[in-house]
């Protein structure tokens, strides 16, 4: 089975310009995580989803920040406007419903902001 | 959210047994116990799972004691591409409330 799979795998951009991070979960899990690592906080989770519906986004740290879930194959994350302290490596990652569940991560799109 | 505490690092040598505890003094009833391992450009990728007394898969052991409060990870016969950060964490399971805090880790760096 293909995993979770991400894009692009590094993103170099300009502060100012929206940025759109992809993710395509494990076919077949309902619920969609995004998370943000930096060497100073670590792996954040910023939103996630079940069955399509953000269910908690108390982690995305400002206005700038948006996710959406058009369908249960696809998720984006955009940045708009971008600034240098967006810099950082962000992951998706989906699990499937019901009990002993881990989630399965992406390798990640690595986000520099100039 | 039960917060976890992890020994920041640990050097091992190839070969040896490594246990990693972690502390989760506050864990509820209802939490289980999941344990990462995370590569350096790679997502965190799951390890093993459990709620009490002893797990084990082909990778790794997970010994819990009556109380809950910690969590050991035993490593059997470590080898260099064993060099990575784990992950414990706490929360509960298949619900819709159910949210992931990852914690700092521990950096394990298994020398020849």
């Known amino acids: 089975d293909a995993g979770v799979i991400q894009s692009p795998r590094h993103e170099v951009t300009e502060m100012g310009q929206e940025v759109t991070l992809r993710c395509k979960p494990i076919s077949g899990h309902d619920y969609l995580f995004w998370y943000r690592q930096t060497m100073m906080r670590g792996l954040e989770l910023l939103i996630y989803f079940n069955n399509n519906v953000p269910i908690d986004d108390s982690g995305m740290p400002e206005d700038r920040f948006s996710a959406k879930m058009p369908n249960a194959s696809f998720s984006t994350l955009k940045i708009q406007p971008s600034e240098p302290r967006d810099s950082a490596v962000y992951f998706c990652?989906?699990?499937?419903?019901?009990?002993?569940?881990?989630?399965?991560f992406g390798d990640g799109t690595r986000l520099s902001i100039l | 959210l039960a917060k976890t505490t992890q020994p920041i690092s640990m050097d091992s040598y190839e070969g040896q047994e490594v246990n990693i505890t972690c502390s989760h003094n506050?864990?509820?009833?209802?939490?289980?116990i999941t344990w990462y391992q995370q590569f350096p450009s790679q997502g965190p990728r799951f390890i093993i799972q459990?709620?009490?007394t002893k797990v084990t898969n082909e990778v790794a052991s997970l010994f819990i004691p009556a109380d809950r409060k910690s969590s050991t990870l035993s490593l059997p016969r470590v080898s260099l591409s064993d060099t990575a950060v784990y992950y414990c964490l706490v929360g509960l399971r298949g619900t819709g409330g159910f949210k992931t805090i990852f914690g700092a880790g521990t950096r394990l760096f298994v020398k020849a």
């Open positions: 990652a989906s699990r499937g419903q019901g009990a002993y569940r881990p989630q399965h």
């Open positions: 506050n864990i509820a009833t209802n939490d289980y």
């Open positions: 459990g709620y009490k």
